[in-house]
């Protein structure tokens, strides 16, 4: 039982080093697209699309990556993943126009945003953990906010004691190093060592199998009420987020706050869905998500409302800024929490990628059009308010999503 607690939560610890790593994809954008402005003077909201070819093609490929990941070795694909994510700085810092930087983060850097991302250590850590899996999963996914208070700093040092192409490849030879250290720690299943899911003398989970769904057709999952909702709770949350973190550095510089300072805002940002994440763990097990989900909506809507006095100095930002992140934060394990939860752990891959598909459908647009409303109105007031209501809308869905298993309509597919 020891070895077997001992073995699963390095499993845990390795997924928080591998989100943390993915987490520079997005909160470190904003001090790269500094010297990317520079270099290349797209506008602002041409700028922020990179994120958005960044959702379109994880989303696009999500569903197929998700049933793949059920099936293939995790160990191999977290590997190819960093390997991905390192080559995608290296291409960018070799690029000659935007048009390059956009290629890139759609064929190398959203590959690897789903082969070290959520979506795997999810699949992961539902394979080692069954009554303890809140825990895990929620100290696993706190590595997005360990990665966002460690990178961004380092990739700002990068870029203002090196040209900022060199920047790029030493961060490269960073996230490589990181990547495949951390996956040579990687065990597929518990079974590969003799053990169980929590270090119980039986997999209790597995030995209903029979009587559990395998798989599930994707008609079946699209006539589920509940996977729409938690679709559209998460997606609400997370596409403000990704919105405000990519346009922060320069939403900060906007109003006179200088480079580095702004940089650190990341990390106050980070620091607080760390603190959130943390949270999560410690209650994911014990009380009812509903009321989590709730909570988290609330206070998120609080933090859009304080980045609208944004011209009101650092204070107010950071302020803004710590809400959303603590708030926010709490939301984005709630997915993974729900999967097994709700569908089974067999089919987490899956049901995690058709449910990327449609969140991240939504992060889509949330990036240049938060950088769309700066152009038009010269100021984020406008788009702050939006997310502030729509959270205060996703409300009413909390009550009525589905907690738990339901008897399926029809007769589902079983594994070949």
Same mark, same amino acid.
């Given at each position: 039982?020891?070895?077997?607690?001992?073995?699963?939560?390095? /499993?845990?610890?390795?997924? !928080?080093?591998? !989100?943390?790593?993915?987490? $520079?994809?997005?909160?470190?954008?904003?001090?790269?697209?500094?010297?990317?402005?520079?270099?290349?003077?797209?506008?602002?909201?041409?700028?922020?699309?990179? $994120?958005?070819?960044?959702?379109?093609?994880?989303?696009?490929?999500?569903?197929?990556?998700?049933? &793949? %990941?059920?099936?293939?070795?995790? /160990?191999?694909?977290?590997?190819?993943?960093?390997?991905?994510?390192? +080559?995608?700085?290296?291409?960018?810092?070799?690029? /000659?126009?935007?048009?390059?930087?956009?290629?890139?983060?759609?064929?190398?850097?959203?590959?690897?945003?789903?082969?070290?991302? *959520?979506?795997?250590?999810?699949?992961?850590?539902?394979?080692?953990?069954?009554?303890?899996?809140?825990? #895990?999963?929620?100290?696993?996914?706190?590595?997005?906010?360990?990665?966002?208070?460690?990178?961004?700093?380092?990739? /700002?040092?990068?870029?203002?004691?090196?040209?900022?192409?060199?920047?790029?490849?030493?961060?490269?030879?960073?996230?490589?190093?990181?990547?495949?250290?951390?996956?040579?720690?990687?065990?597929?299943? *518990?079974?590969?060592?003799?053990?169980?899911?929590?270090?119980?003398?039986?997999?209790?989970?597995?030995?209903?199998?029979?009587?559990?769904?395998?798989?599930?057709?994707?008609?079946?999952?699209?006539?589920?009420?509940?996977?729409?909702?938690?679709?559209?709770?998460?997606?609400?949350?997370?596409?403000?987020?990704?919105?405000?973190?990519?346009?922060?550095?320069? &939403? #900060?510089?906007?109003?006179?706050?200088?480079?580095?300072? #702004?940089?650190?805002?990341?990390?106050?940002?980070?620091?607080?869905?760390?603190?959130?994440?943390?949270?999560?763990?410690?209650?994911?097990?014990?009380?009812?998500?509903?009321?989590?989900?709730?909570?988290? +909506?609330?206070?998120?809507?609080?933090?859009?409302?304080?980045?609208?006095?944004?011209?009101?100095?650092?204070?107010?930002?950071?302020?803004?800024?710590?809400?959303?992140?603590?708030?926010?934060?709490?939301?984005?394990?709630?997915?993974?929490?729900?999967?097994?939860?709700?569908?089974?752990?067999?089919?987490?891959?899956?049901?995690?990628?058709?449910?990327?598909?449609?969140?991240?459908?939504?992060? %889509?647009?949330?990036?240049? +059009?938060?950088?769309?409303?700066?152009?038009?109105?010269?100021?984020?007031?406008?788009?702050?308010?939006?997310?502030?209501?729509?959270?205060?809308?996703?409300?009413?869905?909390?009550?009525?999503?589905? !907690?738990?298993?339901?008897?399926?309509?029809?007769?589902?597919?079983?594994?070949?």
């Amino acid at each position: 039982m020891e070895r077997s607690f001992a073995v699963g939560w390095r /499993q845990v610890g390795a997924c !928080l080093v591998l !989100l943390a790593v993915t987490a $520079m994809i997005t909160s470190s954008y904003s001090v790269i697209a500094v010297p990317l402005a520079k270099e290349f003077h797209p506008s602002r909201m041409w700028l922020m699309f990179a $994120m958005t070819v960044l959702s379109g093609v994880s989303a696009l490929i999500s569903p197929s990556v998700g049933k &793949l %990941l059920d099936r293939v070795s995790l /160990q191999k694909a977290m590997a190819l993943g960093g390997v991905l994510l390192a +080559l995608g700085f290296v291409a960018i810092s070799f690029a /000659q126009s935007f048009n390059h930087v956009l290629i890139v983060y759609g064929l190398l850097v959203a590959p690897a945003n789903l082969l070290i991302g *959520p979506l795997a250590c999810t699949v992961l850590l539902t394979r080692w953990f069954a009554k303890r899996r809140g825990t #895990a999963l929620g100290v696993a996914i706190a590595g997005i906010s360990v990665g966002g208070v460690i990178f961004p700093p380092v990739m /700002q040092y990068l870029l203002e004691n090196l040209e900022w192409r060199m920047g790029l490849r030493a961060l490269a030879l960073i996230v490589l190093a990181i990547t495949l250290l951390t996956t040579a720690f990687i065990v597929n299943y *518990p079974a590969d060592r003799g053990l169980n899911p929590d270090g119980a003398a039986v997999d209790a989970e597995a030995s209903l199998a029979a009587n559990k769904v395998r798989t599930i057709p994707a008609t079946t999952l699209l006539r589920d009420p509940t996977f729409w909702m938690i679709a559209v709770l998460v997606a609400t949350v997370t596409a403000g987020l990704k919105g405000m973190v990519t346009n922060l550095v320069s &939403l #900060a510089t906007d109003v006179g706050i200088a480079a580095g300072s #702004a940089a650190f805002l990341i990390s106050i940002y980070a620091s607080s869905g760390f603190v959130a994440k943390l949270g999560f763990a410690v209650m994911a097990d014990r009380m009812n998500p509903r009321l989590m989900m709730a909570v988290s +909506l609330i206070g998120y809507a609080l933090g859009c409302v304080a980045m609208i006095w944004a011209d009101a100095g650092y204070t107010a930002i950071a302020t803004g800024v710590a809400l959303m992140g603590f708030f926010g934060g709490m939301m984005i394990p709630m997915e993974s929490f729900l999967i097994p939860r709700i569908w089974g752990r067999e089919v987490v891959g899956r049901v995690g990628g058709m449910l990327n598909l449609l969140i991240m459908s939504f992060l %889509l647009i949330s990036p240049p +059009l938060f950088g769309r409303i700066y152009d038009v109105t010269g100021s984020y007031d406008v788009i702050f308010g939006l997310f502030a209501g729509l959270a205060v809308m996703m409300l009413l869905l909390v009550p009525i999503v589905r !907690l738990g298993a339901a008897k399926p309509a029809e007769p589902v597919t079983p594994v070949a």
